[in-house]
């Protein structure tokens, strides 16, 4: 029933890994109230680490199985720089959200990203971030309400402004 | 029923097909942040608002299901298996069309038996033992373990990892730490949101800038409205999936994923000659999770209102509102406030009549998000994902987990391993935890007393040979033995 594909650059690794944590998670499950009782806290803890440490030792056997002959290259088929870059940029976004504001990172991102992986203009990129970032910002600060780090711009008074541009019109 | 409250339902079902369709918001989500403003409404108002956005976004998951293979929610995990083949293939507008009209459908099943069965099915649901929730449970990883991967060990190992990263934390009946490390910050346990959107937002991202260049593909979507006789060919099916949503629904603690990925099973076991198998394109494979995670919205209200028991996330947010208008949801409520009952009914109906009129109209427009190119949406995507994650409790340690999970379960991915099992492990793992512990004690600590009790239940011998049976079945040795008696 097996197919025999061969093994992803990087299977291994990842499936060791998996017994590994599995197997370090066991461990921990096991600090939380050994084998006390049924009903103890960290009975399901163990019993679904152990079903981990089974099932990824299995895995891991069926990996070594697999031929190591592949066409596939990890800096291609695998981490790709276009992976690479997005998962950077999503955390060189997480950092500075807070101490820049959501409005400039959310447009910085977008530039950035969507310049980067549809090349060409980026200008063309960055009036398209900035209407994508508008319809967001009114959607989840202005209907949702919700909280956003204002970081540099001066939030609260753009929205007391806002609101009193609908003030003045209802009177 | 007022022109105010109509139009509250219709607002709230088209925010809801929305909410439902937007990765990284959430029903739960958008409900929870209603009762904030919705706190000086009178109820009526309050819960129009909030129906409405219900019905409307259990649909709505379903579209980013199709159109993107990111399920909005978990209710549409199911959904994504053939609603994604279909949209690859050009047929993202028929597949919508008849996901609308099937939630419509298995809508209305939900709501009459609702109605009609609601003391009838609420008194089998309290018969219920903690063990045959455990087994639910069990039932519910092993199948969709089965059902989303290409081997069953990985499944099963997904969903374990997602059953102890939903066990992190302090233990809520002893508080006693798990999985914490000593770090404050793993008390309050990991974020599950902040795992959904990883897993399924992020992850999914990462994945399509393998494909950056691939030719989009036009959505042909020159009918939506699907023909009268593939929804008579489907009737059936979808009969038997609402019925099963309506019942899975009525369970506490279980929901449309549940009930979603059983109706799916249901139908890959029932329907012998599919004319497009499941998995690649096949409409059963729409019908099925669609007309019950639907049904199971109503099916949610069942315990609700006459046992005071939330059916789901969304149901125990409306009893929260419901206590702070004064309201107490449980036997008495139907006895003394039936007009509440058949308030929330009508609601219902009428929710499920707009959804059925906002989704067959805005598709053309919605269709139009796939035939964006994808280096602008996908950075939306991730933007929407990071914005999600965020406004979960307004912390960037969600974000930091986000993106930690994102990432994994793009390695997973890339290695073979389903992440719905992740996502529903760490759903069921407070379920399967509580009643285990339940089950164990009245059972005096004794394994064999359990399984005693288990096969002397009707109940709960069904159950449990349920998930032995679907254990066999997906492995070797079931073939081998059929194997040797077809030879």
Not at chain 2, 73 to 95: F, H, N, R, S, V
Not at chain 2, 182 to 206: C, K, Y
Not at chain 2, 372 to 383: C, D, E, H, K, S
Not at chain 2, 427 to 454: F, V, Y
Request: net charge positive; proline share 6%.
């Amino acid at each position: 029933m097996q197919t025999k594909q061969p093994r992803r650059p990087g299977e291994l690794v990842f499936n060791l890994a998996m017994v590994l944590g599995s197997l370090f998670l066991l461990w921990s499950a096991y600090g939380i109230s050994g084998f006390e009782a049924l009903s103890a806290p960290g009975a399901i803890p163990l019993v679904t680490t152990a079903v981990m440490v089974v099932c990824g030792a299995l895995i891991l056997r069926d990996t070594l199985r697999k031929s190591a002959t592949t066409a596939e290259k990890l800096e291609r088929d695998i981490l790709p720089l276009p992976v690479i870059v997005t998962i950077l940029a999503i955390l060189a976004y997480a950092l500075a959200l807070k101490p820049l504001g959501f409005l400039p990172t959310s447009f910085l991102f977008l530039t950035g990203l969507i310049g980067y992986l549809r090349g060409g203009s980026l200008l063309r990129a960055a009036i398209q971030s900035l209407l994508i970032v508008a319809l967001i910002y009114l959607v989840f600060r202005i209907v949702f309400t919700v909280l956003m780090p204002p970081g540099i711009v001066p939030e609260a008074e753009i929205i007391a402004w806002v609101k009193s541009l609908f003030a003045g019109g209802g009177t | 029923m007022t022109f105010s409250l109509l139009s509250l339902i219709a607002l709230g079902t088209f925010a809801g097909i929305y909410v439902g369709a937007i990765p990284g918001l959430s029903v739960t989500m958008a409900v929870s942040i209603l009762i904030s403003f919705t706190f000086s409404w009178d109820v009526y108002p309050a819960l129009a608002l909030m129906i409405g956005i219900y019905m409307g976004g259990v649909y709505g998951g379903s579209r980013t299901a199709i159109l993107l293979n990111i399920p909005g929610a978990p209710a549409a995990i199911a959904t994504a298996l053939d609603g994604y083949p279909m949209a690859q293939k050009g047929l993202a507008g028929e597949a919508i069309g008849i996901v609308t009209v099937v939630s419509f459908i298995g809508g209305f099943v939900g709501i009459l038996s609702l109605a009609i069965f609601a003391p009838l099915l609420a008194d089998f649901a309290i018969r219920f033992q903690p063990r045959d929730y455990f087994l639910l449970g069990v039932l519910g990883i092993l199948l969709v373990g089965s059902l989303s991967g290409e081997s069953l060990v990985k499944g099963i190992f997904a969903g374990a990892l997602g059953v102890g990263l939903g066990s992190v934390g302090m233990d809520p009946l002893t508080f006693t730490e798990r999985f914490t490390f000593g770090t404050d910050g793993l008390r309050a346990g990991v974020s599950f949101v902040a795992v959904m959107i990883g897993m399924f937002g992020i992850s999914e991202g990462l994945m399509q800038l393998h494909t950056l260049n691939s030719p989009v593909i036009k959505q042909k979507i020159g009918r939506i409205v699907p023909s009268w006789p593939l929804v008579r060919k489907h009737l059936p099916l979808g009969m038997q999936t609402s019925s099963i949503g309506t019942v899975i629904g009525a369970l506490p603690g279980t929901g449309g994923d549940i009930a979603a990925l059983i109706a799916y099973d249901h139908a890959t076991r029932v329907t012998k000659n599919p004319e497009v198998p499941f998995g690649k394109g096949a409409v059963e494979g729409l019908v099925a999770p669609e007309t019950a995670n639907n049904a199971a919205v109503s099916g949610a209200f069942i315990p609700m209102l006459t046992l005071g028991i939330p059916g789901d996330a969304v149901t125990a947010i409306m009893i929260g509102a419901l206590f702070i208008h004064g309201l107490n949801p449980g036997p008495m409520l139907m006895v003394d406030q039936p007009d509440m009952f058949w308030f929330i009914v009508s609601s219902l109906a009428l929710a499920n009549c707009f959804m059925l009129i906002f989704g067959l109209t805005g598709i053309r427009a919605f269709v139009k998000i796939v035939e964006m190119p994808r280096a602008v949406l996908l950075p939306v995507i991730l933007l929407l994902s990071v914005v999600g994650a965020y406004a979960v409790s307004n912390s960037l340690t969600d974000v930091y987990w986000m993106l930690g999970f994102g990432v994994f379960g793009y390695f997973m991915k890339l290695y073979g391993y389903p992440l719905g099992p992740v996502i529903l492990g760490v759903i069921l793992s407070r379920l399967l935890d509580d009643n285990w512990r339940r089950a164990i004690i009245s059972d005096q600590e004794s394994l064999w007393m359990l399984l005693k009790g288990t096969l002397m239940s009707p109940l709960s011998a069904v159950l449990f040979f349920s998930v032995v049976l679907i254990f066999v079945s997906k492995t070797p040795l079931w073939g081998m033995i059929f194997r040797k008696r077809a030879a």
